[in-house]
């Protein structure tokens, strides 16, 4: 093998690890954003889980999801959504939030 071959074999071989991970699926991530508590509706979110796994997407499995609870403090709920904003969630969902200023 000449020289010139080997050079490009082992640099074919070094970024073929690169190639198959960059081609590999994100999962998709979900912004989960209600004005009320975590505790104060737990029946609301186990339904918002049964409606994704109807649809195919298990929490963990093949979906993540990023839950902020603003605890009835309605002032917070700019921050936590501008904070789901920056983590990049594909889709935004409100519950109980009936006013946004920004």
């Keep these: 093998m000449r020289r010139r071959e080997f050079i490009a074999l082992i ?4 970024a073929w690890p690169v190639a198959v991970r960059a081609q590999q699926p994100t999962m998709p991530k979900i912004g989960f954003l209600s004005s009320n508590s975590a505790d104060g509706i737990p029946q609301f979110t186990a339904a918002f889980r049964e409606g994704l796994s109807t649809a195919g997407f298990v929490e963990g499995k093949n979906v993540t999801i990023e839950y902020r609870w603003a605890d009835a403090h309605l002032e917070r709920v700019p ?8 983590r990049r969630v594909d889709v935004l969902f409100t519950s109980g939030v009936t006013f946004l200023s920004w």
């Design 11 to 14: 640099g074919s071989a070094a």
């Design 79 to 86: 921050a936590l959504a501008l904070d789901l904003i920056r």
